[in-house]
């Protein structure tokens, strides 16, 4: 008796896995269908974005799969970071609902050395008299932030149109949104002179309107966006941090405050700042090389030291440095970081796959070939899967790459 198996594009039976650089995971749209043939089980697709969960709350992971009554009852399983999940265990927290879903009571994340938490990367496994396919990939994150920052704004006096840079960064999970108070008032940091990174404040060309009392906060972003409680939504805030104006002429060294990054990748006709923020009195000289020479036409060093490149080109690409010095106290330059920089002229784009296995049938020791046509860049790196099963090449299976896929 002939046996039947599921071969088919998508996140199921054996199918195409699809992941670039950053391991983004493709999910095509239904299975084909050929000649009428049943493809065994359809997919109903849900979202790839991470799914963010609250501690001690629930969550719902939704898995669900359309099959043929003739192909017998759709059994599930889940894996959390590839470990079978126990329905049985832990029925008291975890369950298994009858269309698929995982639904977990209570989410947990317990740290340092009794390590517990249902954090991880979960996939849903469905199973009938044809095959067993994979019916979601996704993985959970369990929002955290902690008590303390690892990083806090401290107090400067400076020159008038010198720089005040305050750092503000505290580790959680997922993304830190960073929001800061001038005087205990909202600071509007859409200005010219004024710069968020993620985790500080810049100041140039600072004047006696930016004396005061700074203050960053501290939350998580994903939990704005759920519109969570107050007693969810937990704000951590700074000590202040006074900004003053020094009308004293001592002489202070070169104080680096944010080296050249090692390395940035942009796009043709894009725009980048490499960074080089720092601070001296009397006020640093700055000057940038590029690659030994002159920096071209569409780059401008600003107040803060930091090189602007604008409507780059391929020939921009190549070593920026950043050298600088104390102006009468120094004689010579410092280097203080280089970057190198790289210009692509094709744009990323996830993977997908345009054309995928379709069903057949076959019988016994005849030869078959599944076509898989993806495209992507960088070039994705396809894997087959049987069953839920990487499929490694033996005697009778091979994976054959042509010039357009």
Known sequence: MAKNYLYWCSIAAVFILITDLLGVLCLPTKLPQIEGL??????????????????????????????????????????????????????????????????????????????????GF??????????????????????????????????????????????????AVPETLYVWQKDNEPLNTNHVRFRQYKNALLITNVQASDVGTYKCFAAIKALLRMD???????????????????????????????????????????????????????????????NGQQIPQRAAILSDGSLSLSQISTKMAGNYECLAKVAGHDDKYTLLGVTELFVEVIAHYYPAITLGPASSAHK?????????????????????????????????????????S
């Open 228 to 290: 969570a409680s107050s007693s969810q939504l937990r704000w951590r805030f700074t000590d202040e941090a006074v900004v003053n104006i020094t009308q004293a002429k001592t002489f202070l060294p070169l104080k680096i405050w944010r080296k050249p990054q090692t390395n940035i990748t942009v796009m043709v006709n894009g725009s980048t700042i490499i960074d080089c923020v720092v601070s001296s009195q009397p006020l640093p000289q700055v000057r940038w090389t590029w």
């Open 38 to 119: 049943d493809p065994g089980i359809v997919i109903i697709e849900q979202p790839n974005d991470p799914i963010i969960a609250i501690k001690k709350s629930s969550v719902l992971i939704n898995c669900s799969v359309i099959s043929s009554s003739e192909h017998g009852q759709v059994h599930y399983f889940w894996k959390k970071d590839g470990i079978r999940l126990n329905n049985k265990k832990h029925r008291s927290r975890l369950e298994i609902m009858r269309n698929g879903s995982l639904h977990i009571r209570r989410v947990i994340h317990k740290g340092k050395g009794n390590m517990r938490t249902d954090e």
């Open 122 to 171: 979960y996939e849903c496994f469905a199973r009938n008299n044809v095959g067993t396919v994979i019916g979601r990939r996704v993985e959970l994150k369990v929002t955290r932030i902690a008590k303390e920052f690892t990083e806090s704004p401290v107090s400067q006096a400076v020159g008038v149109g010198g720089v005040v840079y305050l750092a503000c960064e505290i580790e």
């Open 364 to 404: 016994i020791a005849r030869h078959n070939i599944l076509k898989c046509e993806v495209t992507g860049y960088p070039k994705p790196r396809v894997t087959w899967l049987k069953n839920g099963m990487v499929v490694q090449p033996d005697g009778r299976h091979e994976v054959i790459f042509s010039s357009s």
